[in-house]
């Protein structure tokens, strides 16, 4: 039987508790310089709904990597190139920040419903099936919400 790819392989509890904190951590960044720079209030309404849900279950993770694996201390953020943030500051216009912002964010959100699906089937934490079935939930929702704006202001 082959190895399973980087795509197919699944989570252990702890790797995705650390993986996600870090990847919810990008998504604060990320809506953070939404806040700042973008003229639309959907967008900045859209950017504290981010920072209050993911700040939430940030703090639940922690708790359980503590509980659970006696595990301390910040996540050392070591996505780098991988965050589609640094992205969104190119450019010229508030426009087009926005329309760029919108881009980041459904890639982002798209890395981390892929993320909790690859911890749902080797867990035996209901704490994290259940966060990893409203991350799926919710950040498929939102992304519909952002590709509706795509559309909508932009055309794509």
Do not use: C
Request: hydrophobic fraction near 40%; charge should be negative; glycine fraction near 4%.
């Amino acid at each position: 039987m082959n190895a399973p790819t980087t795509s197919e392989a699944k989570l252990s509890d702890q790797d995705f508790l650390t993986q996600m904190i870090e990847h919810h951590e990008g998504a604060i960044v990320m809506a953070k310089e939404a806040q700042l720079k973008s003229k639309r209030t959907e967008i900045k309404d859209f950017a504290s709904d981010i920072i209050s849900a993911l700040s939430g279950e940030i703090s639940s993770m922690y708790t359980w990597r503590q509980d659970w694996f006696k595990d301390e201390g910040h996540v050392n953020m070591r996505m780098g190139a991988d965050m589609p943030s640094m992205a969104i500051s190119l450019g010229e216009s508030d426009a087009e920040f926005d329309q760029r912002f919108l881009e980041a964010m459904i890639t982002h959100h798209e890395g981390a419903i892929k993320m909790a699906t690859s911890v749902l089937l080797p867990t035996q934490r209901e704490e994290i099936h259940d966060l990893a079935k409203s991350i799926i939930a919710t950040q498929s929702k939102e992304i519909i919400t952002m590709q509706s704006w795509l559309k909508e202001w932009y055309g794509k």
